[in-house]
């Protein structure tokens, strides 16, 4: 019932920056955390930025510093933007968010499809 979509994604030279952007849709009565996700080759998936309603933040060790995670709570949509990339951050990147449906008493954890991200050396 609900979508999450991510774009943004693409190649950058390490050290440049990219933005990414994560647009919730369908039947939503609310949504709670926010946020991204990534998995590199042969890694197991990892939190890289979580985000409540309220506005909290919190971030992966790897990232702290250089990524900077926000959200439009009009628009149900989430973003990252991404500095000073490596090459170690390389991956594909997951939105996700939880999300209280209509009719529904809990809420549910959704996940967009990912958007590569490749920094290049």
């Known amino acids: 019932q609900v979508q999450l979509v991510e774009s943004g994604g693409g190649l950058v030279q390490a050290g440049g920056s990219l933005r990414l952007s994560c647009a919730a849709s369908?039947?939503?009565?609310?949504?709670?955390?926010m946020g991204w996700y990534r998995q590199a080759p042969g890694k197991q998936r990892e939190m890289v930025a979580r985000?409540?309603?309220?506005?909290?933040?919190n971030y992966a060790d790897s990232v702290k510093g250089r990524f900077t995670i926000s959200r439009d709570n009009a628009k149900n949509t989430v973003y990252l933007q991404m500095n000073s990339l490596k090459p170690e951050d390389t991956a594909v990147y997951y939105c996700?968010?939880?999300?209280?449906?209509?009719?529904?008493?809990?809420?549910?954890?959704?996940w967009g499809p990912g958007t590569q991200v490749t920094v290049s050396s």
């Open positions: 996700n968010a939880d999300v209280k449906t209509p009719g529904s008493s809990s809420y549910l954890r959704s």
């Open positions: 369908g039947r939503i009565f609310s949504i709670n955390v």
């Open positions: 985000i409540t309603s309220g506005g909290s933040t």
